[in-house]
């Protein structure tokens, strides 16, 4: 019952929920708050450890995470690495959220509910990245059908974390499959590319709004006059059309704004 809280509180306010310590710690207390436990919401107060165990029975550290007295610090350098990355738009958002899951569930920040969190902040980070495919489609449930291959990507792509030596890419690329088929499911459960082509998606009517502008528009313009659809997906869609070449972005972060390729 409290994931299922978080789950609706990223649903209808991912907008409003910033990647920082302090709403993380929120959303952890929002988790566990039903089961009744005094450390939720609360960074760990003793060392955890990712055990695997055996077919025979016995138990062996796959690897140990941050220390409960390094947590705080470790988490605030995350979350602002991410912000920092993130606005430069150096390195695209699916490549950069697995990336930060990783290293989250490296640093393991709670006592309980590590697990949880990773997917229930993936959700948000997607949200807030223009991909909103998770308000239909339950990225917890791709990740159990294959949590064998998860649990072996994170064991590739922690390799040498303490040393800064480790290498994502086996995490990154499952990631994106599950997102990949989290898309497929959603398309194959509600029509939305239909046989025939008929029926507007989001890129549809953000591309027609784009194709009537003149001159230079924002995100903001676009949300306003496209009242049907998500402020997420005119995003996802305004970058889609970016990387196709038909409009230009130009500018950062509140200033960013965009015009069509072909008005120069």
Request: a negative charge; proline letters at 4%; aromatic letters at 10%.
């Amino acid at each position: 019952m409290g994931y299922r809280d978080v789950l609706n509180t990223i649903h209808e306010s991912n907008e409003y929920i910033p990647i920082r310590p302090s709403y993380i710690l929120q959303l952890h207390r929002d988790l566990l708050k039903r089961a009744g436990f005094s450390y939720g919401g609360h960074f760990k107060n003793v060392q955890n450890y990712i055990n695997e165990t055996k077919p025979d029975g016995t138990i062996v550290t796959r690897f140990t995470p941050i220390a409960p007295y390094d947590t705080p610090d470790a988490v605030e350098k995350l979350c602002n690495a991410y912000e920092q990355v993130i606005a430069n738009e150096k390195i695209d958002s699916l490549i950069l959220i697995p990336t930060f899951i990783c290293d989250f569930l490296c640093i393991h920040p709670f006592n309980d509910g590590n697990g949880r969190m990773s997917r229930l902040l993936t959700l948000l980070l997607l949200y807030k990245n223009g991909y909103s495919v998770g308000k239909y489609i339950s990225i917890e449930k791709q990740i159990e059908k294959t949590k064998d291959r998860y649990y072996d990507t994170l064991e590739e792509s922690d390799a040498g974390w303490h040393e800064e030596e480790n290498d994502p890419t086996p995490f990154i690329r499952y990631m994106l499959q599950v997102i990949l088929a989290c898309y497929t499911e959603f398309e194959e459960r509600v029509g939305l590319m239909t046989e025939n082509g008929n029926g507007s998606t989001a890129y549809d009517i953000v591309k027609r709004y784009t194709e009537e502008k003149l001159g230079k528009f924002t995100g903001a313009d676009v949300v306003t006059h496209c009242p049907s659809i998500g402020r997420s997906s005119v995003l996802a869609a305004l970058k889609k059309l970016t990387d196709e070449g038909l409009i230009i972005r130009e500018g950062s972060g509140r200033n960013t704004f965009y015009y069509r390729a072909d008005s120069k």
